[in-house]
């Protein structure tokens, strides 16, 4: 069974840094898709960046491509998401998801077979 621990979160104020890092075991790192998520409060999940373990591809949505970095250290097994520029509206819980498919819609939650418990960011100002 994937598990998956997020660390990294905290209080920032907009403008600034943070990176979060997402620990992997108990699936194969090195297939699988790992997708950082955001949930604002009050609203739904949606997907930030994924990144392919096999080819190292990586994807962005498009609120925060040139602000944000997915990385992969595979002797780790660990996935980071390099946050710059932070703003307000970034505030909320990160969830790591992965899953070992290789197939489905990147941004789609069901498509993730294990998800951590998630960090909070909080950005002010």
């Known amino acids: 069974q994937g598990r998956l621990v997020e660390s990294g979160g905290g209080s920032v104020e907009a403008g600034g840094y943070l990176r979060l890092s997402c620990a992997t075991s108990?699936?194969?790192?090195?297939?699988?898709?790992v997708c950082w998520f955001h949930q604002a409060p009050g609203k739904e999940r949606g997907a930030v960046a994924v990144?392919?373990?096999?080819?190292?591809?990586?994807v962005y949505g498009g609120s925060v491509e040139g602000r944000f970095i997915i990385s992969q250290d595979k002797d780790e097994a660990t996935v980071y998401l390099d946050m710059s520029e932070l703003k307000p509206e970034d505030t909320g819980m990160y969830y790591c998801?992965?899953?070992?498919?290789?197939?489905?819609?990147?941004?789609?939650?069901?498509?993730?077979?294990?998800w951590g418990q998630g960090t909070q960011v909080t950005v002010s100002g």
């Open positions: 108990g699936f194969d790192f090195n297939r699988a898709r």
């Open positions: 990144i392919n373990t096999i080819s190292g591809v990586r």
């Open positions: 998801a992965a899953e070992t498919k290789l197939w489905g819609s990147w941004w789609d939650p069901p498509t993730y077979d294990f």
